[in-house]
């Protein structure tokens, strides 16, 4: 089946820094989302990107849609504490309806 | 809109015995839900899809005998724990599709299921 490998697993660090984390595919994605999840929550999606070489954001995030279809990356600028949590990207393939997820990656911003 | 409801939050059951967890699409019609398995600090596994009227799909290595999914109407899907073991203790996520863009599904808040 199709695999996502998302990068890095976990990451530290200080409040205002800037973060990025991506996922790539061993195969082609429809559609590329990227979601947070807080501790006994479930995901909330972040963004989600349609199309190839798309590029979007959502207030300090931004996402691409990767032009090879098989990658994407989310980037969060000037974090603060309450970006504490796990961000997991998901690809859609429209023809099977169902979505596959990354692993994760635990982010911790220190005040 | 697109909210999803997913109840119980939390469930603590003895092993053999049987625990339902509902999702429900509250402000839309959801043909289709997924039916996810959490572990601590790994990520979401798909283990069925649900569909409204008819059996519903499962993953490989998911036993459908002991993971009963039912979705009976285009706003309730329930999957049922049977004679549910402490291996089976995990958080349960279910999401649903809504139909059109944006493409995507809503998640429930999750259930943590815990054997003894």
């Known amino acids: 089946g199709q695999q996502l490998n998302q990068s890095p697993q976990s990451m530290f660090i200080q409040e205002g820094e800037d973060v990025s984390m991506n996922c790539t595919s061993s195969?082609?994605?429809?559609?590329w989302l990227w979601y947070k999840q807080e501790p006994g929550e479930g995901p909330v999606l972040l963004i989600a990107?349609?199309?190839?070489?798309e590029l979007t954001s959502n207030g300090r995030l931004t996402a691409q849609f990767g032009i090879t279809r098989k990658d994407s990356f989310l980037n969060i600028s000037a974090s603060i504490p309450s970006d504490v949590g796990i961000y997991f990207c998901?690809?859609?393939?429209?023809?099977?309806?169902?979505?596959?997820f990354g692993a994760g990656t635990r982010l911790t911003v220190k005040p | 809109g697109a909210v999803v409801s997913q109840h119980p939050s939390r469930v603590i059951c003895k092993s053999g015995t049987s625990v339902k967890i509902e999702c429900r699409s509250l402000d839309f019609q959801a043909t289709t839900m997924f039916w996810y398995r959490q572990f601590p600090k790994q990520s979401l596994m798909l283990m069925a899809t649900s569909n409204e009227g008819s059996k519903a799909t499962y993953e490989q290595g998911v036993e459908k005998d002991k993971f009963l999914i039912n979705h009976a109407s285009l706003t309730l899907s329930t999957l049922t724990v049977t004679s549910a073991h402490p291996e089976d203790s995990s958080f349960y996520i279910c999401s649903a599709a809504r139909q059109g863009l944006p493409y995507g599904y809503t998640f429930g808040s999750g259930t943590r299921l815990t054997v003894v």
């Open positions: 990107l349609y199309k190839a070489g």
């Open positions: 998901a690809g859609q393939d429209n023809n099977n309806n169902d979505m596959r």
């Open positions: 195969s082609i994605f429809n559609t």
